[in-house]
């Protein structure tokens, strides 16, 4: 059932509020992050942790190098992100120290099931994230913490992919606390983020009619940008990635620093660049990066699109559009800007006449390696 949407996607990008707000409830216990399937695990077992390897595919990779960020901020603990079906073939250092934590929405992704068996096999202690209950990497791991965004139909993944960087980020809130690392007034601000969130979620969710106009122009678009920083990097990934798979259209994330090291040689009159600005507030040093990146590509003919936090003005003399989102802290940011991002495959791939749903060569779970 679409709820009266034309796709299910659509359907699910206005479920996000939800998909957060489930996700976080009951996980915050007197203004501290408590996942009891962590505490189950031990914290002494928590505290000896010295690395962590998130693995994942996909849609899923981005949420796992997103919560990347914020588990270092807030765990003080070494994280990288590996993609599932490269993880086995560069003999992975394993460690009694090591934490492997699969992220995947269904829970049967072969290349990420085969990772996380090969880690168990070497004694790993492992960790799911997973949207399907008893789903078989859940069952096979050692802890799973459940994204609760509910069943996800469309190919494309959007409300699984917030509730998966919800879910990361409430990990690292409670190894944070338990390992000591994280401040009281970092643990104050970052759980007024979360619960802040789900209204702010609406919020973008609410810039709808604005990407249906933005995409409107451009519906024969033949290629889009995306440039984003810190954690804006791997959201400009995922904008790339939808507009793929359910537009076939040609996009590519960067990193915006990365811009004068190559990419920005693709910079023609009227390449359209989705930019996502970091808040002035929150991060001034990243937030005039980002502007001047903006005005090096603008004076190259590009045509801007920025997503700003609402009051940010800064952009207004370069941008072409200006997509707003409310004021969060820089962590959260991906969380608001994603959506516009969602917003805009869909209504590329609408206006193409495409089925939104059921892009061509894909399925929603690739149960082969
Ligand atoms: C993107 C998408 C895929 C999945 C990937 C992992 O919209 O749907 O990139 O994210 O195949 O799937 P799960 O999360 O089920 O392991």
């Not at 099931?113 to 008893?134: D, F």
């Not at 507030?281 to 590009?302: C, Y």
Request: hydrophobic content about 45%.
């Amino acid at each position: 059932d679409k709820g009266g949407w034309s796709s299910f996607m659509a359907k699910e990008i206005t479920e996000q509020p939800d998909a957060v707000g489930n996700t976080i409830r009951g996980r915050v216990v007197d203004g501290a992050v408590e996942i009891p399937e962590l505490t189950e695990l031990g914290d002494d077992r928590l505290r000896e942790i010295d690395r962590i390897i998130i693995i994942a595919c996909g849609t899923a990779s981005y949420a796992g190098m997103i919560g990347a960020y914020a588990i270092e901020q807030w765990a003080r603990i070494p994280v990288e992100v590996q993609l599932s079906h490269e993880f086995r073939y560069r003999d992975p250092i394993l460690t009694d120290g090591t934490l492997l934590i699969s992220v995947s929405q269904s829970g049967e992704t072969m290349d990420t099931l085969m990772a996380v068996k090969y880690a168990i096999e070497r004694g790993v202690t492992t960790v799911s994230v997973c949207n399907t209950q008893s789903a078989t990497i859940p069952r096979e791991s050692d802890a799973a913490v459940y994204t609760h965004a509910g069943p996800e139909v469309a190919v494309a993944s959007t409300k699984a992919f917030v509730a998966q960087i919800t879910a990361l980020y409430l990990i690292g809130l409670h190894l944070g606390r338990v390992r000591g690392t994280l401040a009281a007034d970092a643990q104050a601000s970052a759980v007024a983020a979360l619960d802040a969130l789900p209204a702010q979620v609406a919020e973008a969710v609410d810039t709808h009619e604005q990407i249906a106009q933005l995409a409107h122009w451009m519906a024969d678009t033949r290629s889009v940008l995306f440039l984003g920083r810190h954690v804006g990097y791997p959201t400009a990934l995922e904008g790339a990635l939808k507009l793929k798979e359910i537009a076939y259209i040609h996009a590519e994330g960067f990193a915006a620093g990365e811009l004068k090291h190559g990419p920005i040689a693709l910079i023609d009159h009227g390449q359209p660049v989705f930019v996502l600005v970091p808040s002035p507030r929150t991060a001034p040093v990243m937030h005039s990066k980002v502007v001047s990146n903006i005005q090096e590509i603008r004076a190259r003919g590009a045509r801007v699109i920025a997503i700003v936090e609402k009051g940010d003005t800064s952009v207004l003399p370069y941008a072409d559009d200006v997509i707003r989102i409310p004021l969060t802290d820089t962590l959260f940011e991906p969380l608001l800007q994603v959506i516009p991002l969602q917003w805009f495959a869909l209504e590329l791939s609408t206006a193409k006449g495409l089925d939104v749903d059921q892009p061509r060569n894909l399925a929603k779970s690739v149960t082969v390696e």
